[in-house]
């Protein structure tokens, strides 16, 4: 058999090697980004960003081009809702998972359907619910692939 010749365009564009996927946590309280970025982080593709506000979440919108915006509905200055709204605006939006712990189900499936594409994950279910609800949402070239011998 012949040598396997690999260039970097090779490489990159590998069916097993998904591009990296770019995640933005939006929440107004420190612990709870630091929370949603380890539990995020064990994704060995996904990078995660960090905003603290919808007034600096916008802006790395804009910069970054998340595929994906964790954002919490209850924030000051602008909520999560508000901030929604702006970011449907923008050429090629991000998807949308809509967290928070004030809410109750009939709300919650309300405010799925208006503003978040992944739906609605409680923030005391993230841990089991935000990963399927964020995978669900990339695109396929961020799906890691199974690879067969």
Request: some cysteine; charged content about 25%; proline content about 7%.
């Amino acid at each position: 058999m012949g040598k396997r010749e690999f260039s970097p365009a090779s490489i990159l564009a590998a069916p097993w090697m998904p591009i990296p996927a770019l995640i933005l946590v939006v929440d107004d309280q420190a612990y709870v980004r630091n929370t949603l970025r380890s539990l995020l982080a064990q994704q060995r593709h996904w990078h995660i960003y960090e905003a603290e506000s919808g007034r600096v979440a916008l802006d790395l919108v804009r910069d970054i081009q998340p595929h994906v915006v964790v954002l919490d509905v209850v924030m000051p200055e602008m909520n999560g809702l508000e901030l929604a709204c702006e970011i449907r605006k923008l050429k090629d939006a991000p998807k949308i998972v809509l967290i928070s712990s004030h809410y109750n189900p009939e709300e919650a499936v309300v405010l799925s359907r208006l503003f978040g594409d992944g739906g609605f994950v409680p923030k005391s279910e993230a841990g089991k619910a935000l990963i399927p609800a964020i995978s669900r949402l990339l695109p396929e070239e961020c799906q890691a692939k199974a690879t067969t011998a």
